[in-house]
């Protein structure tokens, strides 16, 4: 009986499903919480009322009138949440420079007790893009995050509307769009109080003066020619597709090309 039960239990250690660890872990978090429901795929509400935007991550966009009107990968990337996560369940967060966006929520890294951060794991599972908005202590990690899954076509990466883009594709349609965009450094000119590089001749990465020194490690006269992936809400003005950057997670220098 004794053997029986021994061999039950490594049946269940090797077969028990293992937590993904953590790769964007606070020193410490600055508040536990429990869970009331889900919102949306980066967007939470908490028993006391407050709704808690997840930093660093932008899902795709759920109408909540009619979901065949959602953004592909909307309903998915809700049901992912949903699926991990339930009502009452404990949550801990950690908090960035700011604590509050423009709508008046929580902008936080959200972990469950067990560890998972839930950023992460909407990223790794194509569920969300990374971006950042006011807060980007784990930027570098989540965007790494990101990019493997994007290389392997994970989750909303397989969607037409998600593929990496070049500037020749670009459409009137595209216009006021978040996109990211393939192409080559071709040149750079400073205009003013703005910094522009220049991809592939028709698309301008604007960079204001006082946010140059974000990009101190990425802008040098090496970039010239350097493929690139570039992001950001895209308009065409002057004959030109733009673009203005103020992070430098909006520059990604690519040495090996992404499929």
């Known amino acids: 009986?004794?053997?029986?039960?021994?061999?039950?239990?490594?049946?269940?250690?090797?077969?028990?499903?293992?937590?993904?660890?953590?790769?964007?872990?606070p020193?410490?978090?600055?508040?536990s919480v429990v869970l009331d429901y889900v919102n949306d795929g980066d967007t939470l509400t908490l028993q006391d009322g407050r709704s808690v935007r997840l930093i660093g991550v932008d899902a795709p966009e759920l109408d909540f009138k009619s979901s065949a009107l959602s953004q592909p990968y909307a309903v998915e990337a809700k049901s992912f949440l949903?699926?991990?996560?339930?009502?009452?369940?404990?949550l801990k967060l950690a908090f960035g420079q700011r604590k509050l966006d423009p709508y008046g929520r929580t902008l936080a890294y959200v972990y469950t007790e067990q560890g998972e951060h839930l950023q992460e794991l909407l990223l790794a599972n194509g569920f969300?893009?990374?971006?950042?908005?006011?807060?980007?202590?784990?930027?570098?990690?989540?965007?790494d995050i990101e990019t493997v899954a994007r290389r392997n076509n994970i989750g909303l990466w397989q969607h037409q509307d998600y593929k990496v883009?070049?500037?020749e594709t670009l459409s009137r349609e595209d216009s006021n769009r978040w996109l990211e965009i393939r192409g080559v450094v071709t040149g750079y000119e400073r205009k003013g109080q703005l910094f522009e590089l220049i991809i592939d001749e028709k698309l301008v990465l604007?960079?204001?003066?006082?946010?140059?020194?974000?990009?101190?490690?990425?802008?040098?006269l090496k970039l010239l020619q350097s493929p690139v992936l570039v992001r950001g809400k895209v308009y065409f003005y002057y004959s030109k597709w733009?673009?203005?950057?103020?992070?430098?997670?909006?520059?990604?220098?690519?040495k090996d090309s992404l499929k």
Not at 128 to 142: G, I, R, T
Not at 206 to 220: E, P, R, S, T, V
Not at 243 to 253: F, R
């Open 242 to 254: 733009r673009l203005n950057g103020s992070h430098p997670s909006q520059i990604t220098v690519e």
């Open 27 to 31: 020193m410490s978090f600055d508040e």
């Open 128 to 143: 969300a893009k990374s971006k950042v908005f006011q807060n980007d202590m784990f930027w570098q990690c989540l965007a």
């Open 82 to 90: 949903q699926s991990h996560l339930k009502p009452g369940q404990t």
């Open 206 to 220: 604007m960079i204001a003066k006082q946010d140059i020194g974000k990009f101190c490690n990425i802008l040098n």
């Open 165 to 167: 883009r070049t500037v």
């Open 1 to 25: 009986m004794r053997l029986l039960q021994l061999f039950t239990c490594l049946i269940l250690v090797f077969t028990a499903p293992l937590l993904q660890a953590s790769q964007c872990m």
